[in-house]
């Protein structure tokens, strides 16, 4: 279908569902982690690589924009609406976005509490989301922002690129501090920084 080989890590739900999840990555690139169901019944196939292949690539801008900033954040996103129907070859994430009708990101971020001193260091990680949705044409962001202490951080940071899907329950087993949640509508930002930072301070 993609005209590239794929490595099968794990299979799940095979017994008594009539079908079989497949956990893949393509061999070229062991972070862009995906699934594939196949329906015994009718042999049908369905994947999820092209949205993941264009989430990896989002999240990847992020894990840039916590780089250069010196503080740590890492996400994983959803495209909420993306139908991957004819998007084979579509490398570009604003023409993904486009071509899929997604409306909304739907994100989970770690944070590195330690990294964070003070109200200006909460808005960088606040001003990173909102690149993000004016860069793509002011989408609609909503995101969970999960704190944790520097070694929960990084546990949780270096598992978060091995997942295809994680939701408040995944982040919350590596025992945040907090959770704090913000949306971005029609390119406004719903919470301020001051009010991130008196979360993460305790």
């Known amino acids: 279908k993609y005209g590239e080989g794929f490595v099968v890590t794990e299979i799940g739900n ?7 999840t497949l956990y893949c990555h393509p061999e070229s690139d062991e972070n862009i982690n995906f699934t ?8 049908t196939i369905t994947d999820d690589y092209m949205i993941r292949k264009s989430a990896v690539n989002l999240d990847s ?6 780089r250069k900033s010196g ?3 890492s996400s994983i996103t959803v495209f909420h609406g993306a ?3 004819n998007l084979n070859g579509t490398e570009d994430v604003s023409e993904f976005i486009r071509k ?7 994100m989970h971020l770690a944070v590195n509490a330690d990294d964070i001193s003070d109200e200006s260091d909460a808005a960088v ?11 793509y044409d002011n989408i609609d962001v909503l995101a969970v922002l999960f704190a944790y202490h520097s070694d929960d951080y990084n ?24 959770d704090y949640t913000v949306k971005i509508e029609k390119s406004i930002m719903n919470q301020s920084a001051a009010e991130f930072w008196e979360v993460v301070k305790g």
């Not at 546990?155 to 907090?178: H, M, R, V």
């Open 100 to 106: 899929s009708g997604t409306h909304r990101l739907y």
């Open 36 to 43: 594939v169901v196949y329906d015994f019944s009718d042999e």
């Open 83 to 85: 139908i991957d129907d």
């Open 71 to 73: 503080i740590g954040f």
């Open 14 to 20: 095979r017994f008594n569902t009539g079908s079989a």
């Open 61 to 66: 801008e992020i894990s840039e924009l916590s």
């Open 125 to 135: 990680i606040l001003d990173s989301l909102h690149e993000i949705s004016r860069k």
């Open 155 to 178: 546990k949780c940071s270096a598992e978060l690129s091995e997942q295809t899907k994680a939701n408040n329950l995944w982040f919350k087993s590596f025992s945040p501090i907090s």
